[in-house]
């Protein structure tokens, strides 16, 4: 069975750290693009950051480019998203999701209709 397992999400001051962990089981991360999405209430899904199979490439969301990096760690089966001073407005349920049918390139996308297997999420709550 495919399954993707977030975990790492908590409660951080504004300008703290979290690093999120989505662990895949059923099937080899690093064959596929990644990706990492969030959703507040009230608002849509929307993509964050990901990271394509071909070549590691990566691609970032402007409202958290320089703050998150995306990373896999094959040896684990994991892929990481690290977050970096956080601000109230990065809040909400984050997800990661595999896209089983990528391009011919293997390179990731941000639309969350590429993406096929969805973890349960965990939820990062930014706030003093």
């Known amino acids: 069975q495919l399954q993707l397992v977030e975990s790492g999400g908590g409660l951080v001051q504004p300008g703290g750290s979290l690093r999120l962990s989505c662990a895949a089981s059923g099937f080899t991360l690093d064959h596929y693009p990644i990706g990492w999405f969030r959703q507040a209430p009230g608002k849509e899904r929307e993509g964050v950051s990901c990271?394509?199979?071909?070549?590691?490439?990566?691609r970032y969301a402007d409202s958290v480019k320089g703050r998150f990096t995306i990373s896999r760690d094959n040896a684990k089966n994991t892929v990481y998203l690290q977050m970096n001073s956080l601000k109230p407005e990065d809040a909400g349920v984050y997800y990661c999701?595999?896209?089983?049918?990528?391009?011919?390139?293997?390179?990731?996308?941000?639309?969350?209709?590429?993406?096929?297997?969805w973890g349960q999420g965990t939820q990062v709550t930014v706030s003093s």
């Open positions: 999701a595999v896209d089983l049918q990528p391009t011919p390139q293997a390179l990731c996308v941000m639309g969350t209709s590429w993406y096929d297997i």
């Open positions: 990271i394509s199979s071909s070549d590691d490439s990566t």
